[in-house]
């Protein structure tokens, strides 16, 4: 079994309320975990793209008077607290459940209005069970009326002044873009549901597995009953097959809003046998809590560009556009290799070591970090919930080898993710490649 996990950090940073993401951007084409802390940690606050309205309003929000900017509607939430369970044989029938179906989305993930994302977020040769517990207290949303009069138009007009065409042959013309959306992002948050979430994702392989049909039961079983209200089969946990998923699962969970004390203890204990009790502790406390932003709704940046009714903006929407496009299927990556150790050079402006580890956020001290060679000058490891990723501090031109090399003890495995573009060239002491 393995975790991939990042530390609960509700206790250990102040709440950020509707107002810390209303209007700012999220750069998708470098996000791929739906962690709500990396979600929160990847909003892109160098300009508002949509600003607040100066002038506000006194507004009860969940029994307290907030100054609410008049381009802000509060609505509180309908429904009270909903569970959602949902198996998938492979990563594009995950994809395609989570594009379709609003509801759906919303109770399985953070982020809402970004179907391609969603395309790219599952892989194909994994099965996927994901739970997920809601209490939505509720909705700040900026008024559709408001979008057109506050897009601060002089900020983005001087960001895309010197923009090219967008051109995949085109190194200069990628980085362009590329620089553009880790400025501003790709996509501008409209809307945020504030209240409580606890989500679990599980995959596993989907071939020549003996769990491959017995997904569900497995994960239930796995986390004490926790997706089914408590129940599971306990008679599963004796079979070979059962034994045979432990060894090759993997999982990544986040809890968020509640008492914050139980939160961290449901996260730190979910695979203990105490772990539903605490859960159902923790769930009753969601309604006698400050509400945490537990979800996001989000438009196109390209969008945003073409209501602005500036003529100079709205031509390079299109180009910012297939932009994004381009880079959701080129960018986020193809896994490459699965395999116990290795190492190789490569050509490429992203790279990602995926770790399948038991909570990355505890072993990695146990790790043997990657020996950098040619081209550590531009590189600096950064920590996700799912990878460790070697990103360049300044892009560097088309092609620029990087060499890494990675180690990590048996059972442990890494995934190397790069994209479709990228070159390959073994090193002279390689096994693998």
């Given at each position: 079994m393995n975790h991939v996990d990042s530390t609960n950090l509700s206790s250990l940073r102040p709440r950020l309320g509707f107002s810390d993401f209303l209007g700012y951007g999220l750069n998708l084409t470098n996000l791929r975990s739906i962690d709500l802390n990396i979600v929160a940690d990847a909003v892109r606050r160098a300009s508002r793209t949509i600003t607040l309205d100066p002038k506000t309003t006194t507004t009860e929000v969940n029994g307290t008077k907030v100054e609410v900017p008049n381009n802000v509607a509060i609505s509180p939430a309908i429904t009270g607290s909903c569970?959602?369970?949902?198996?998938?044989?492979?990563?594009?029938?995950a994809s395609k459940a989570l594009q379709g179906d609003r509801i759906t989305t919303e109770m399985l993930s953070p982020l809402s209005g970004v179907p391609l994302w969603f395309k790219h977020r599952f892989y194909p040769d994994r099965q996927y069970a994901l739970f997920g517990f809601v209490d939505t207290q509720y909705q700040a949303r900026l008024h559709d009326w408001s979008w057109s009069d506050r897009i601060d138009r002089s900020s983005l007009?001087?960001?895309i002044a010197n923009l090219p065409n967008f051109n995949p042959n085109d190194q200069v013309a990628i980085d362009s873009y590329l620089a553009l959306f880790d400025t501003i992002g790709d996509h501008i948050i409209t809307s945020v549901w504030c209240g409580a979430r606890f989500q679990l994702d599980v995959s596993a392989p989907n071939s020549n597995q003996p769990f491959t049909n017995d997904l569900k039961a497995d994960v239930t079983a796995a986390f004490g009953g926790i997706p089914d209200g408590g129940k599971f089969e306990e008679e599963i946990t004796s079979t070979s097959q059962y034994k045979a998923f432990l060894e090759r699962f993997h999982y990544t969970s986040q809890c968020a809003g509640g008492d914050p004390t139980l939160s961290v203890q449901l996260e730190r204990t979910l695979?203990?046998?105490?772990?539903f009790e605490t859960y159902t502790q923790w769930a009753a406390s969601?309604?006698?809590?400050?509400?945490?932003?537990?979800?996001?709704?989000?438009i196109a940046l390209s969008k945003v560009m073409e209501i602005t009714g500036d003529d100079e903006i709205g031509?390079?929407?299109?180009?910012?556009?297939?932009?994004y496009e381009w880079l959701m299927e080129n960018q986020l990556g193809r896994i490459v290799k699965d395999q116990d150790e290795g190492h190789a050079a490569l050509d490429s402006h992203l790279a990602m070591?995926?770790?399948l580890v038991d909570r990355v956020v505890q072993k990695i001290p146990r790790i043997r970090m990657p020996e950098v060679g040619?081209?550590?000058?531009?590189?600096?490891?950064?920590?996700?919930?799912?990878?460790?990723?070697?990103?360049?501090?300044?892009?560097?031109?088309?092609?620029?080898?990087?060499?890494?090399?990675?180690?990590?003890?048996d059972p442990t495995r890494w995934r190397l993710i790069a994209p479709d573009s990228t070159r390959w060239h073994p090193t002279t002491s390689d096994k693998y490649w």
């Open positions: 569970t959602a369970f949902a198996t998938y044989n492979d990563g594009d029938t007009k001087a960001r695979r203990d046998p105490t772990a969601t309604k006698h809590n400050d509400a945490e932003v537990v979800s996001f709704g989000l031509k390079k929407a299109p180009q910012v556009q297939k932009a070591l995926g770790l040619t081209g550590s000058s531009l590189l600096y490891p950064w920590i996700s919930s799912d990878s460790i990723t070697w990103y360049p501090k300044t892009f560097p031109k088309a092609f620029d080898s990087i060499q890494w090399r990675l180690s990590a003890p």
